[in-house]
């Protein structure tokens, strides 16, 4: 159980000190500003770009891996955002 916790541990730590596979993310990010605004029927503005960065940073981390898991994840995220008190 330890070698495989440890080798997971190894490709975190090399992930997140490798500047490809950040920008393999950002280059291929799994939805864009249109897909999300169209899915979830958004105006654009700013709270599309936070979900767009919430959804790398779970794309970078592997939790997400498909435009449909994205999609899932930023219905819940702009759920969140919208029990939010407005400023």
Known sequence: AW????????QIIAYAFDDQGQYDV???PLVDGH???????MEPGPNVGRLLG???EAQAAGD????????MLAQGLQEGMDELPSD
């Open 35 to 41: 897909t999300l605004m169209s899915h979830l029927g």
């Open 64 to 71: 997400i891996t498909t435009a449909e898991e994205a999609l």
């Open 54 to 56: 919430q959804l790398l």
């Open 3 to 10: 070698t495989r916790y440890l080798e997971q541990i190894t």
């Open 26 to 28: 950002r280059r291929r």
